[in-house]
């Protein structure tokens, strides 16, 4: 993480790049927000409504893989923000005007479909704001958005963004999640708790790593395999591939010549995550598996089978297991007739809430100043947590690694799958079950 001063009540660690819900009701779900005031009816502070953006219509875009590798993410982001504009126009827009979706496909997520995305977003479409899950490791399109004055928000959990967006002093971009070095930091406080708790007697003090090469899956591998060698384990294998990747015969093999006590895996994509734990299946070894954040992914269950039992998989935002993120669940299944993911669409829903709210307490949708202004000063609950932003980074702060109330950070979610159904174990008070040892152990 960057080391800049905290906000009050948070324990930054530090961490290197190594080492709103409405009752149920027929218009939705609204966001819970500490201190708010006004509303999206609200009209605007001065002059007419929409003079920067033109009519009565607010655009705001989506970044979004609709298409290719990452489309099952996609389709939950899109399907997430389409409910939230819906809600959002229900209730008479934002500022009165009405909030229309506009959907820029980045494809196999290549860094030039991102810039070809920003570019048509922000110079011809001129959209009010943006969001998207996914943003360019390099950061490369984040200075069409600051020097076109159109605030993005993301959810890309790559700590290079944040240190990006603070090294250049960039005002108007927000990373809605905490980022990827807090699951190493995160898994590993769990997993000496089930050890000294006795709940979980590794077959050994050793890891086998498998990460794929991304700077955001290395990263993840990288501070975990140092945080295991801190606490005194070995690491006997460590293997990067390229994404997707679906025979892991070759990794298997040597995971079952020399079984370590842990697998830990951070290819995220669904597809790839699914096809290992089947693999693994076959002749599971005495090791607890974990897989980065792909068995959020709907796709993941139906794929993957009675091979998911046991899996442990975590996510730096996700939607909660509460009255507000069940009302969101049973309304996305109602709309869309099959079950929401466990991460994009409930943090895309949110964000465009979030957004909304802070355009009406700058009375001016397009009033960038006004809009990164009040977001730095929000306390936002939505259907995934508490939205609340570190001063320098802009980025989420995460519960419990950062900070002890659950009203002042964004939950860092960590599910076991059991019976093929996925069962939040941490972090309290958001559980809805607890970590059981996998059948194969």
């Known amino acids: 993480m960057s080391e800049n001063q905290p906000p009050s009540g948070v324990k930054r660690k530090r961490i290197t790049r190594r080492d709103l819900v409405r009752t149920a009701g027929a218009t939705g779900l609204l966001g819970i927000v500490a201190g708010a005031a006004g509303g999206y009816f609200a009209a605007p502070r001065g002059g007419a409504a929409g003079a920067s953006g033109g009519g009565g219509t607010i655009k705001f875009g989506l970044v979004a893989p609709v298409t290719g590798p990452y489309s099952g ?162 690491i006997t294998m460590y293997e990067e591939v390229s994404v997707p990747y679906v025979d892991w015969g070759p990794q298997l093999s040597k995971i079952r010549n020399n079984p370590p006590g842990l697998i830990f895996v951070t290819d995220y994509l669904a597809g790839d995550l699914a096809s290992f734990a089947k693999q693994f299946a076959t002749a599971p070894t005495p090791s607890l598996l974990y897989q980065q954040y792909g068995p959020s992914v709907p796709e993941y269950l139906e794929l993957a089978g009675d091979a998911a039992n046991g899996v442990i998989w975590s996510t730096t935002i996700g939607t909660l297991p509460d009255d507000m993120g069940t009302s969101f669940r049973e309304r996305y299944r109602d709309t869309y007739g099959t079950e929401a993911g466990l991460s994009q669409s409930g943090a895309q829903y949110d964000i465009l809430r979030l957004w909304a709210l802070a355009a009406s307490r700058a009375g001016d949708a397009y009033d960038t100043e006004g809009i990164t202004a009040a977001m730095r000063g929000i306390t936002f609950r939505g259907v995934v947590g508490t939205y609340r932003f570190d001063q320098t980074d802009l980025t989420a702060i995460p519960y419990p690694d950062a900070v002890d109330d659950p009203s002042l950070g964004m939950p860092h979610l960590t599910y076991q799958i059991q019976d093929k159904q996925q069962v939040l174990i941490s972090p309290a008070p958001y559980i809805n079950g607890e970590f059981t040892l996998p059948g194969w152990l």
Not at 86 to 115: K, M, R, S, T, Y
Not at 125 to 134: L, N, P, R, T
Not at 184 to 206: C, E, K, N, R, Y
């Open 73 to 234: 993410d996609g389709q939950e982001m899109e399907r997430g923000a389409r409910l939230a504009v819906e809600d959002i126009n229900a209730e008479g827009g934002v500022l009165g005007q009405q909030v229309e979706l506009v959907v820029g496909d980045v494809g196999d997520q290549a860094p030039e479909n991102f810039i070809q995305v920003a570019e048509r977003l922000v110079s011809r479409e001129k959209v009010a704001a943006a969001s998207g899950g996914y943003t360019t490791t390099t950061s490369v399109e984040f200075d069409t958005y600051a020097e076109g004055g159109v605030p993005l928000f993301h959810t890309n959990t790559l700590q290079a963004n944040s240190d990006y967006v603070a090294e250049n002093g960039i005002t108007n971009i927000f990373q809605c999640c905490p980022t990827e070095p807090w699951y190493a930091s995160g898994f590993l406080q769990l997993m000496t708790q089930w050890i000294d708790s006795g709940v979980w007697t590794p077959s050994s003090t050793t890891a086998a790593v498998i990460a794929s090469n991304d700077s955001y899956s290395i990263s993840i591998a990288t501070v975990m395999m140092d945080g295991l060698k801190e606490l005194g384990w070995d």
